[in-house]
């Protein structure tokens, strides 16, 4: 194995031609005879840069609308010799293959045209067959050829030339490294378009790819590494935001932004401005009004306290009157789909606060994947993409509910979706006014909600709790009639829960004995 390898020749076989002439101009200057395929030759010719058809090497022209050009052993050959055996070097020289010592390609756009919905049969042609064989084959035989898989390596590539007269042996090896990476992730796409196409949601082989975002400064806690990977999903979020001021999101940031901008996306902005305010992944806060800054300020006295250093999302344009409201807190950022240009000016004297625009929410209603690790393994399933909108709501009760309180228990069941189980939301003028999350018993939840409730009220100087006259969503049955009561005893005058237990009549009766409206929505919401 030689640490220096002198480049003399390279083969490139782009789709993206993002820099590609200027490249081609650097390793020719430097004595690389250039040797290339298809759209790629045509690209450097018009360049006037003297290329070699790959056709001159295989003495097969490219056939089959291209599917066929570089699948041959004169390019194989020529990447996969082992350069110190001399076995592999008298067979090269009996068949005339010439050493490649670069190779420069990237795939077919099969990521980005399965992610716009074409065709089965557009997406199928862009599979690329010979890109990845090729990248794989030099990857391999790193000890002696540099592979390169896309343009923000370069200018790293002449460098390397430069300073050592050829590649050298670290550097491949990085460069193998990223290669495999990007067929594999490549290959998952492909994997996960197909198991789509065929419905299969279990296949037998599970592969998930992405594409590093960022390096983070570490993970949930400062001994964890941690980094950040964009996936081929069409859903809009953190992972395409805009930061347009702000220092870098951490591991807990994005994980809390994702989960508020989920939860905010689940209130049509056509309808009500809704405002969402997370801390550690939980809603502590969330409301729905007429304008975004009224809805701050519901969202907000649910629990101020633990509104400070939390993430607020908006599911409309954040304007100036809203940031100035936001900014009176300590906020860590603030996620919107657009933001006015006054807004902008707000919240540049706060520069701590990390502000993101997405352009649109995301669709609850999308499907998707959620994969979670666990020992050994991982788990996958669907997202839970139910809305209460699509349920079959059925009052179990004596009494009807009003439409009030119709209106914030769709209201309170929307937001308990979001809260961590076991879950209970009180809610009321469609804003939350308590919420229990994440409590070993349903009753805990309750009672911490309530306690919250009260909380809150003492905190805008008032005497009654907030959670007087609402109503309280569950994100499950209630096993036993104890935590419906603590609901009643908190002030709620109507229930909305999945229903389903066995003490189902128990707690019917419970709740017609405390003149409870009761609607059972025949669909559960855990969140662990």
């Not at 994005?254 to 989960?259: E, G, H, K, P, R």
């Not at 997405?358 to 499907?367: C, G, K, N, Q």
Request: charged share 25%; net charge negative.
């Amino acid at each position: 194995m030689s640490e220096t390898v002198k480049v003399r020749r390279a083969l490139l076989s782009v789709s993206n031609k993002s820099g590609l002439t200027e490249f081609a101009e650097a390793l020719s200057e430097r004595g690389v005879e250039l040797v290339s395929t298809g759209g790629t030759a045509k690209a450097l010719s018009g360049a006037g840069l003297k290329v070699r058809d790959v056709a001159d090497l295989t003495g097969f022209p490219e056939m089959m609308d291209g599917r066929v050009k570089t699948l041959h052993p004169a390019v194989h050959g020529g990447l996969l010799a082992v350069r110190e055996a001399p076995d592999h070097m008298s067979a090269a020289e009996e068949h005339g293959i010439g050493m490649i010592d670069l190779l420069v390609v990237n795939l077919y756009p099969f990521e980005a045209t399965a992610l716009h919905g074409a065709d089965a049969k557009t997406c199928i042609e862009n599979i690329d067959i010979g890109g990845p064989a090729m990248i794989r084959a030099a990857a391999k035989n790193h000890a002696s050829v540099a592979v390169v898989v896309e343009p923000a390596d370069y200018d790293a590539v002449i460098a390397d030339i430069d300073e050592h007269g050829g590649t050298c042996f670290d550097f491949r090896r990085t460069l193998a490294a990223k290669a495999f990476a990007r067929t594999a992730s490549y290959d998952a796409a492909i994997a996960n378009w197909f198991a789509n196409e065929t419905d299969d949601k279990s296949p037998g082989y599970r592969a998930i790819g992405g594409r590093l975002l960022q390096d983070l400064r570490y993970g949930e806690n400062p001994h964890q590494w941690a980094a950040f990977y964009r996936t081929p999903e069409p859903r809009p979020g953190v992972s395409d935001a805009t930061q347009h001021q702000g220092k870098e999101l951490s591991f807990n940031n994005i994980n809390d932004t994702n989960a508020a901008f989920e939860l905010v996306a689940e209130f049509d902005p056509k309808d009500r401005a809704a405002v969402a305010i997370i801390k550690h992944a939980n809603p502590c806060g969330v409301a729905q009004a007429n304008t975004l800054s009224d809805a701050y300020r519901a969202a907000l006295a649910c629990d101020p306290t633990s509104a400070f250093g939390g993430i607020v999302a908006l599911n409309r344009t954040l304007d100036a009157e809203t940031a100035e409201l936001i900014a009176e807190i300590f906020t860590e950022v603030i996620i919107a789909p657009d933001v006015s240009r006054d807004a902008k000016s707000v919240l540049k004297a706060k520069p701590n606060i990390r502000l993101l625009t997405t352009v649109e929410l995301p669709d609850p209603r999308a499907p998707g994947l959620d994969i979670r690790t666990v020992a050994g393994g991982m788990l996958v399933q669907a997202r839970d993409a139910a809305t209460i909108d699509d349920m079959e709501l059925q009052v179990v009760t004596k009494r009807q509910p009003t439409s009030d309180e119709m209106r914030d228990m769709r209201f309170a069941f929307r937001v308990a979706k979001h809260v961590k189980s076991n879950a209970i939301v009180f809610a009321k003028d469609r804003a939350t006014v308590g919420i229990g999350a994440g409590q070993m018993s349903r009753i805990d939840s309750t009672l911490t909600a309530a306690r919250k409730s009260g909380e809150a009220a003492q905190a805008a100087g008032q005497e009654t709790p907030l959670a007087f006259g609402s109503v309280a969503a569950s994100d499950a049955f209630f096993p036993f009639p104890d935590g419906l009561l603590a609901a009643a005893d908190a002030g709620a005058t109507a229930i909305i829960q999945p229903g389903g237990s066995i003490k189902d009549e128990a707690v019917i009766a419970a709740a017609d004995d405390r003149d409870l409206a009761m609607i059972f929505t025949g669909t559960r919401h855990f969140r662990h």
